[in-house]
């Protein structure tokens, strides 16, 4: 039997098929064998009455003067072929003398049975079907040997069979219903549980999370619950992380929006077209400003491990990468007096990553080096192998302490030398970076003193 429930059925319907349908065949084969019995029972029950009245038949045969004759009186015999329900026949033959009392009666039929000299088997006369026993029996001294065959209609082994089916069938009917209502109880109670576990979770929005109790749930639902409540988890720490960072991004933005209306102001207000070019000009850098800012929000969200796509990441040459992206730094640093070097000693590495986010890590970290190194100061780019592909950025400026390390990878944390132009994302994105590619971002000391920063990344 196929007991494959289809997809979408819910799941009382197919708990409950799943157990109906075995226990009603179960059932239907229980009834099948009890009627089988209750039959066999019947039959052996009124099979002994016939075989009784064969052998009685057989008692009353007596040999007269050479001649063999049943002794049995009319009103014996008429009592014998009819009680309240059966209607019986009988034939007594000799070997020798052939017919002697009764009426032709079929001699083979179906559900055959041989006991010795005791022979059964079911054959109808005049349309009603009748149990035959037959009975060989020697009448001594003159060695005839007669058969007597005894039928007997079926009427009451039917209704012994009903009795019987019936005394067995209906306790067992009323059990089922029993057991099928309590089953369905059980399965409705039981499947509320999952219901209300369902609408608790619709129930819940993203500033709700909140973990759900497996308290009256069943065991089998505890690795459930639990792999919920971790997922649940792990939202509300996003949803709080992206709280965090929208009000941290809105705050940033505010100061160079309220320095650019203030210029804006000042220009307005200017008396002469000179003084007027110097507020616009600070104007250009407030919204220069906050362009950065802008463009360094939407990097970190790039960033973020989740939004990275694997789709994005090409087999590059890290060498090459460095080499280039520093390069387009050269004419800033001579501007500001710098003297900004690419590693000649450098390896060139073949590494799967998102080529823009990595170039966005060194942009950071030579601004920053730009921004906080002295004139004259020294700042090296490398691609070295310790042992994994590392971009290194070192420079001979004031470095960043031990201390302060932790604090300034974080997104909106400026350290000791902070300037007024920077975001505090710098070092954040850089780290965000790394993490995205499965490699780490590294603060240490420059030989020489200055800070030095090591972006790792896995080997491709
Ligand atoms: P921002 O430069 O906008 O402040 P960053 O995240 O880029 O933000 O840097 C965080 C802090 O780390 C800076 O405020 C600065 O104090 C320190 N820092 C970054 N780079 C250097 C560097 N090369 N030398 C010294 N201090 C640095």
């Known amino acids: 039997m196929d007991l494959r429930v289809p997809v979408g059925v819910s799941l009382r319907r197919r708990l409950l098929l799943k157990l ?71 034939r007594v033959e000799g070997s020798r003398s052939g017919l002697i009392a009764g009426r032709a009666v079929p001699l083979h039929g179906s559900n055959a049975l041989q006991l010795f000299n005791l022979r059964y088997f079911d054959a109808a006369v005049d349309g009603n079907l009748m149990r035959w026993a037959v009975l060989t029996s020697p009448l001594p001294p003159v060695g005839e040997e007669v058969t007597i065959v005894v039928g007997e209609t079926t009427r009451k082994r039917d209704r012994l069979t009903e009795e019987i089916m019936l005394a067995v069938w209906l306790p067992q009917i009323v059990l089922l219903i029993f057991a099928g209502g309590f089953a369905w109880r059980t399965i409705v109670v039981q499947t509320q549980k999952l219901h209300a576990l369902s609408v608790s979770l619709r129930d819940m929005s993203y500033r709700t999370l909140a973990t759900i109790s497996g308290a009256d749930m069943p065991e089998e639902m505890q690795p459930l619950i639990e792999a919920l409540n971790a997922l649940i988890g792990k939202l509300d720490a996003a949803a709080l992380a992206h709280r965090t960072f929208v009000a941290n991004a809105a705050h940033q933005l505010r100061t160079p929006l309220t320095a650019l209306s203030l210029q804006a102001e000042h220009a307005l207000n200017s008396a002469s077209l000179p003084e007027m070019r110097a507020a616009v000009q600070d104007v250009r850098a407030a919204v220069q400003r906050a362009t950065r800012l802008a463009n360094q929000l939407l990097l970190l969200s790039r960033a973020e491990p989740e939004a990275q796509s694997k789709a994005n990441r090409v ?18 640093a001579v501007a500001v007096g710098i003297d900004l070097g690419f590693d000649e000693a450098s390896v060139h590495v073949a590494v799967d990553v998102d080529a823009a986010l990595i170039a966005e890590a060194i942009n950071n970290l030579l601004d920053n080096a730009l921004k906080y190194c002295p004139r004259e100061a020294r700042v090296t780019v490398a691609v070295q192998m310790l042992p994994e592909p590392t971009i290194v950025v070192e420079d001979s400026g004031p470095g960043i302490p031990v201390e302060a390390r932790g604090r300034v990878i974080r997104r909106f944390h400026r350290g000791d030398h902070a300037d007024s132009a920077g975001t505090g994302l710098g070092l954040a994105i850089a780290h965000e970076i790394a993490l995205a590619h499965a490699g780490s971002f590294v603060i240490a000391d420059a030989p020489g003193g200055g800070a030095r920063f090591e972006l790792r990344l896995p080997l491709a």
Do not use: C, K
């Open 20 to 90: 109906a349908l075995p226990l009603l065949a179960l059932f239907a084969l229980d009834g099948a064998l009890s009627a089988w019995a209750a039959r066999h029972y019947a039959n052996h029950v009124y099979d002994r009455w016939l075989y009784d009245s064969a052998q009685s038949l057989a008692q009353q045969v007596r040999l007269t003067q050479d001649s063999t004759a049943l002794h049995l009186p009319e009103v014996a015999r008429e009592m014998f072929e009819w009680d309240a329900e059966d209607r019986v026949i009988f």
């Open 315 to 332: 087999r590059t040459d890290l060498y090459e990468l460095a080499f280039e992206t520093a390069r387009a730094w050269v004419p800033q």
